[in-house]
């Protein structure tokens, strides 16, 4: 959550959703995917999801391609030949 100012000055918190978000944590992607953290890493290192940003030394998964693997079925095959026709 984060902290905001409101027109008024007063503080509230203000909780982002991942729609807002253009690149989310393991932790934001392990809650999409109801998995563990541990897990996401562990898909990651099997070449089973996509492949994260590196965004001021932490790694960051684009909601693009968080949203292509989910339209995909979460098949990493599928994925990588759409976003591979994508390129083109």
């Known amino acids: 959550m984060k902290?905001?100012?409101?027109?008024k000055g007063l503080s509230e918190e203000k909780t982002t959703t991942l729609r807002d978000a253009a690149a989310i944590s393991a932790k934001e992607?392990?809650?999409?995917?109801?998995?563990?953290?541990?897990t996401v890493w562990r898909l990651l290192s099997a070449g089973k999801l996509p492949k994260p940003v590196s965004i001021g030394g932490s790694k960051r998964f684009l909601m693009?391609?968080?949203?292509?693997?989910?339209?995909?079925?979460?098949?990493?095959?599928?994925?990588?030949a759409r976003k591979e026709g994508e390129k083109c």
């Open 3 to 7: 902290q905001v100012i409101n027109a």
């Open 64 to 80: 693009s391609d968080v949203s292509l693997f989910l339209e995909c079925g979460c098949d990493i095959s599928v994925y990588l």
């Open 29 to 38: 992607l392990a809650k999409m995917l109801s998995l563990s953290p541990r």
